[in-house]
């Protein structure tokens, strides 16, 4: 018995070992030099794998110890069922220097012995770490899969190792999912696991077990940080993607585009082409900013514009010498006494003649295209009445931190003033709309654009970064704490908003400087709010959702009503009876058409139409609630008519997010954006964070006015499993309601708690994929230009908002 072969992976070393005759089972003991235990595997090589170790060895039986790195040397004794006995040592740095020259001179050895163990066969038992996620400052979150042959229901054991196996770390962990899953190999459990361990802890061991079987996964310092940048990448989102500026450069028009433009605007859009106005007021610019804004006017491609130039300077040395020095009779300065931002803007308006006035501050830059990407949408949408654009920042000359923003949406702008630049309306608008006052100065394009968004006939998201907002010491763009009064004046903007629309709120602070929070009146006697829960067994997780729901819950008119599916379980009919001594609870019983049918959609309309309230509210049994006033969150949303139905935050159980908004990718799939981000954490434009809208919400927390439910015929028995709540929503959608997500209603979520996960279940999947189909054929309009709610300039594959790498 000899050590042929050593090489190290994925935080595991490993020693591969040859027997001089074949034995059915190999034993390995593994301790460290101070006598600590250290957990491992042996596994046989299998066909093909032999050949080439043993080609390497020359002949023999082979066999791999698999053991974790850890930070100190480890000592194995082997023994073979014959008798056959050896030892070894295996290295901390010493088998680092040896996998390396194992790769550079075996490579197909290095190969066959590195990841053996998850290769191996569904007899054994295996676990990986498979990703890592930041809880505030201090606590790492660690995903791990375990796979287990099936072994009866007892629950799992989780500890977590030092470096060097001295000692047991102490960790919070949650079994996220336990699933059995069947298929032609047999049958496995399949779990995942939540692990919070120190942020600044990245060499450890991990060793689950079940009954009498163990696995175990190790994390080393290299592999740490491989996974910590995976996760840093997603959480940086396209704000902070380093290959930016030459993405932008890839994606900006040319210098042909933009001369066939110039040559070629009055064909291109008609008799009809609009005169833009841009309003710029001018206080003290140095003149370097205001020379680099005018100029970038001046090399607009379309030309039918005027620049209405509000100089508030007085006296200025560097305004006076770039204000002297223009020479086009587009540009009019119109000289004014200072008095507020909104003031001074409301004397450029007075001053505009164009068929649309835009508004740019006067140390800003725009791109060559700017006007006439948006006089192109003009031509082709006469009823237009705001524009807004894409956006970065400019500091020191280089661009960086693009905002790519949402469609029109009134939720998140009752969050923040997610428009800015390049904000431009019609004289229509500007003919129905009162000018702003001096106490909303320094947030007038705010109040202008809530005005404009309660009059506009159409508004219209341009896509391309055509603005770049300038960063430096006083600008607002270089820090929320730059203008304290323009955060005041918002507030002040919003109340009115509100006010005129004839919602009765409040508007607090949100978590940062310029965003808020809306609180919405219910009135004296709020709606009742029916919560349909349906349920088969788990008893253990309804009891907690029903408890939860009706002890801490303050919402002060609400139903429970369970709709009943299929239990067998003798506790579960014992709790139903228990739930039924408040009397704001009943349960109700769905029957299948046939035996073991389980149609989701049925189940669901069934409780609608069993339940009393105006307010339907969707609730998976394996949710909680976290916050008193969730429901009142949702209700409150609903109190704006535009809205039909409206979604939860909700976290897993170690409190990351498991829902924040769902899109459709370009797969056609419903994927739920923001997922594992920190319970507190904002998101990509705030997506997480602050509430705004999304073409779906899911169904485990989904609330519906009642009239809208009937309107639209409840949810689609067609899909009995999968996409019903996504499907329905995008028929609020096609019906013209906004589906909106709030942040501020939260609640905890067992997902898959009770149904299994559609990807490690062969019969599942095939479900999956037919419903899939059938949803891709009712939205085809949907699914053929893509989700909305995803800038085109962003990945659709990613779940973080991420800038989308492809061809110009």
């Not at 606590?139 to 796979?147: E, K, S």
């Not at 999912?177 to 696991?193: I, K, P, Y």
């Not at 609180?519 to 009742?528: A, K, V």
Request: charged share 25%; aromatic share 8%; net charge negative.
């Amino acid at each position: 018995m000899r050590c042929v072969a050593m090489c190290r992976g994925l935080g595991v070393g490993y020693a591969c070992v040859l027997l001089d005759r074949p034995a059915g089972m190999l034993e390995a003991r593994v301790s460290t030099h101070a006598g600590d235990e250290v957990p491992s595997r042996c596994l046989p090589v299998g066909p093909g794998v032999r050949e080439t170790l043993c080609h390497h060895a020359a002949a023999g039986c082979v066999w791999v110890v698999v053991l974790p790195l850890l930070s100190t040397d480890c000592d194995i004794a082997l023994e073979s069922p014959s008798g056959e006995k050896g030892r070894l040592r295996f290295s901390a740095r010493g088998s680092k220097l040896q996998s390396r020259l194992l790769t550079l001179r075996h490579p197909q050895v290095a190969s066959a012995i590195r990841g053996i163990e998850r290769r191996a066969s569904g007899a054994t038992a295996s676990l990986s770490v498979r990703e890592v996620w930041p809880k505030g400052d201090d606590v790492a979150v660690w995903r791990l899969g375990a796979t287990f042959p099936e072994e009866g229901a007892s629950g799992p054991e989780l500890e977590v190792l030092s470096s060097d196996a001295s000692r047991q770390v102490h960790a919070r962990w949650h079994l996220l999912e336990d699933q059995l899953v069947r298929d032609a190999v047999g049958s496995r459990r399949v779990m995942s696991f939540s692990l919070e361990l120190p942020r600044n802890l990245d060499h450890f061991c991990v060793v689950v077990r079940v009954g009498e079987r163990s696995c175990f996964a190790g994390m080393h310092p290299n592999v740490a940080t491989s996974h910590w940048a995976r996760t840093n990448e997603r959480l940086g989102a396209a704000y902070a993607d380093p290959a930016y500026e030459r993405w932008f450069e890839a994606h900006r028009a040319t210098d042909a585009e933009l001369g066939r433009q110039r040559r070629d605007w009055r064909d291109s859009l008609g008799p009809d082409a609009p005169l833009v106005s841009l309003v710029m007021p001018v206080y003290r610019t140095p003149a370097s900013f205001l020379s680099e804004a005018v100029g970038s006017v001046l090399a607009q491609s379309y030309p039918n514009w005027e620049l209405v130039l509000v100089n508030a300077s007085g006296p200025c040395d560097s305004v006076d010498q770039v204000l002297g020095a223009i020479d086009d009779p587009r540009i009019k300065v119109v000289e004014v006494e200072n008095r507020s931002i909104a003031e001074n803007t409301n004397a450029g308006i007075a001053a505009a003649t164009g068929d649309y006035v835009g508004f740019m501050d006067h140390d800003d830059v725009l791109e060559g295209d700017c006007l006439w990407c948006y006089a192109q949408e003009v031509a082709s949408n006469p009823e237009v009445d705001l524009l807004y654009c894409d956006e970065d920042r400019l500091r020191d000359g280089h661009l960086h931190g693009p905002a790519f923003k949402s469609p029109p949406s009134l939720t998140k702008l009752h969050g923040h003033n997610y428009v800015t630049h390049l904000l431009m309306v019609s004289r229509r608008v500007l003919d129905l709309t009162e000018r702003s006052g001096a106490d909303v100065a320094g947030a007038q394009d705010f109040d202008l654009t809530l005005k404009a968004f309660e009059v506009a006939r159409d508004v219209v998201r341009v896509p391309r970064v055509l603005y770049h907002w300038r960063e430096h010491g006083g600008s607002t763009a270089g820090g929320g704490d730059q203008k304290p009064y323009a955060h005041v004046a918002g507030r002040i903007a919003l109340e009115r908003h509100l006010a005129r629309r004839g919602l009765v709120a409040s508007v607090g602070d949100g978590p940062l400087p310029y965003t808020y929070r809306v609180r919405y009146d219910l009135g004296e006697e709020p709606p009742l709010v029916s919560v349909i829960v349906p349920n088969r067994d788990h008893a253990g997780l309804l009891g907690r959702c029903a408890r939860s729901l009706l002890d801490r819950t303050d919402y002060p008119r609400l139903e429970l009503v369970v709709v009943e599916n299929g239990s067998c379980d003798q506790e579960t009919f014992d709790l139903y009876e228990s739930l039924r001594q408040d009397p704001r609870v009943r349960v109700v019983s769905w029957q299948p058409r046939h035996e073991g049918e389980f149609n989701y959609s049925a189940i669901v309309n069934l409780g609608a139409s069993h339940a009393l309230g105006d307010v339907l509210l969707f609730l998976n049994n394996d949710t909680e609630v976290i916050d008193p006033s969730w429901m009142s969150e949702l209700v409150g949303e609903l109190r704006r008519p535009e809205v039909g139905v409206v979604g939860a935050k909700l976290l897993y159980e170690d409190d990351l997010v498991q829902h924040a908004g769902m899109v459709a990718n370009a797969n056609c799939d419903f994927a739920h954006v923001n997922q594992n981000l920190a319970a507190d954490a904002l998101g990509y434009g705030y997506s997480a964070g602050l509430p705004g809208d999304f073409s779906m919400v899911t169904g485990a927390c989904q609330a519906v006015r009642r009239e809208v439910f009937d309107e639209l015929g409840g949810y689609d028995e067609e899909l009995a499993v999968g996409f019903n709540d996504g499907d329905f929503c995008l028929r609020a959608r096609e019906a013209g309601y906004v589906v909106a997500y709030t942040p501020y209603a939260c609640l905890r979520h067992r997902e898959f708690s009770s149904r299994g996960r559609e990807s490690v279940d062969v019969g599942m999947r095939q479900r999956y994929l037919s419903e899939k189909a059938l949803v891709v054929r009712k939205h085809p309009g949907f699914f053929a230009k893509g989700d909305p709610a995803v800038d085109p300039n962003l990945d659709s594959f990613s779940d973080y908002f991420q800038l989308r790498h492809d061809e110009a």
